[in-house]
């Protein structure tokens, strides 16, 4: 399956944005996606999750309650709503998918496939 993220871009400090990740080449509703992001300097982490059916979420400390991951499997796309935007979330962010599809998973080495990035930057 080949990922492609979508609508990264310049935002204001407590606006929003909302990133997209669409699949080409498989059917996404057969795995678990994850959001990642990596600044400048920094090692990638782990953002959200949501599972193969999108019954179940997961979030880092770092965002919950402010971004909501979500999923239309009929458009093999994955969302990624982000609320409240700070500085500090400013980043590439990847979409990635995990072949076990109802699982809730952190660690980025579970994930097979990758997209190619979209830049966020939030001013302050």
């Known amino acids: 399956v080949q990922l492609q993220a979508s609508g990264g871009g310049l935002a204001q400090a407590g606006g929003s944005l909302r990133i997209s990740c669409t699949a080409s080449?498989?059917?996404?509703?057969?795995?678990?996606m994850g959001w990642f992001r990596q600044a400048p300097g920094k090692e990638r982490e782990f953002v959200a999750t949501?599972?193969?059916?999108?019954?179940?979420?997961y979030y880092s400390d770092s965002v919950k309650g402010r971004f909501t991951i979500s999923r239309d499997n009929a458009k093999n796309t994955v969302y990624l709503q982000m609320n409240s935007l700070k500085a500090e979330d400013t980043a590439v962010y990847y979409c990635?998918?995990?072949?076990?599809?109802?699982?809730?998973?952190?660690?980025?080495?579970?994930?097979?496939?990758w997209g190619q990035g979209t830049q966020v930057t939030v001013s302050s």
């Open positions: 949501i599972s193969g059916s999108g019954s179940a979420t």
């Open positions: 080449g498989g059917t996404l509703s057969d795995y678990a």
């Open positions: 990635a998918a995990n072949p076990i599809r109802q699982t809730i998973v952190v660690v980025s080495s579970m994930y097979k496939h």
